[in-house]
DNA sequence: TCCTATAGGGCTGAATTTAGCCGTACTTGA
DNA sequence: TCAAGTACGGCTAAATTCAGCCCTATAGGA
């Protein structure tokens, strides 16, 4: 099994105090979210999943893939075949996640009107 | 109304394709929804939040609650007295994250045993 | 006077994540 | 032969977030 270009150790501990933060490592990354759904929804191939998600890179979508894999939300078969050909599943616990995400998205859609423009200014921050 | 060290203006546009992204864009940060749950519970200032909180900074976390003001999500009262007083309070807004937070957190706990130990392990990575 | 508590900010550097370029190897179809 | 598709990785630099130190000012109590 080949991970990219390396694994990275955290140097600063992953907290898990509660379970939100559990769910917080789960699906933080920028795609993984939208990987989830569209797996979810039959979009199963590397290429497939970029034309749908175009704004991504694809360097960086197949890092989260593997991210997801690793945690055992997501599966990769390959296919042995010439070329080579990708799938991904989600698993039960991958399955176990898409009620959760609809809620967190139904939230957000209910909320976009509000939120949305205050979420395009600028931030309060501590550099600068 | 003063900001800390300043306001910060992101250089790559925000994603809010979906309302999954909404939601993320809020709650995104170390501290949120700890913040956002002890307020919930009735800590409401300052000093508690950051002895309830003590492996957070101060510092980090006067910025986050700074955030979530921003967004409407809580709001701050000062009194002027001496020493000054601040209470935080959730908004309407904030209120209807609670039930939504609460399902996130209770798939993190339903799966804390199985994905604790995978979380700990190094990530697939881009960098090294 | 000194220690504590209240609330808040300046500053530096590290850690972490993301963007975006390039190249490999293979196969199919025009 | 050439373009386009499949899947994968090397590499650099930028963007963004976080850690952790310092400081101010006020007031109360020992």
Same mark, same amino acid.
């Given at each position: 099994?080949? /991970?990219?270009? *390396?694994? /990275?150790?955290?140097?600063?501990? @992953?907290?898990?105090?509660?379970?939100?933060? $559990?769910?917080?490592? @789960?699906?933080?990354?920028?795609?993984?979210?939208?990987?989830?759904?569209?797996?979810?929804?039959?979009?199963?191939?590397? *290429?497939?999943?970029? %034309? %749908?998600?175009?704004?991504?890179?694809? %360097?960086?979508?197949?890092?989260?893939?593997?991210? &997801?894999?690793?945690?055992?939300?997501?599966?990769?078969? @390959?296919?042995?075949? #010439?070329?080579? #050909?990708?799938? /991904?599943?989600?698993?039960? =616990?991958?399955?176990?996640?898409?009620? @959760?995400?609809? $809620?967190?998205?139904?939230?957000?859609?209910?909320?976009?009107?509000?939120?949305?423009? &205050? =979420?395009? &200014?600028?931030?309060?921050?501590? $550099?600068?």
């Amino acid at each position: 099994m080949t /991970y990219f270009c *390396g694994m /990275y150790e955290k140097k600063i501990p @992953v907290e898990l105090e509660c379970g939100l933060h $559990v769910f917080m490592e @789960v699906i933080s990354g920028k795609w993984k979210i939208n990987l989830i759904w569209c797996i979810h929804s039959g979009i199963i191939r590397p *290429g497939e999943l970029h %034309r %749908r998600i175009p704004r991504a890179s694809r %360097r960086l979508l197949d890092t989260q893939l593997a991210q &997801l894999t690793s945690l055992g939300i997501i599966t990769k078969t @390959v296919f042995s075949q #010439k070329p080579a #050909k990708v799938e /991904y599943a989600l698993t039960p =616990l991958g399955k176990s996640l898409i009620p @959760v995400i609809a $809620v967190t998205a139904k939230w957000g859609e209910a909320n976009r009107p509000l939120l949305e423009p &205050l =979420l395009q &200014l600028p931030t309060p921050t501590l $550099v600068q």
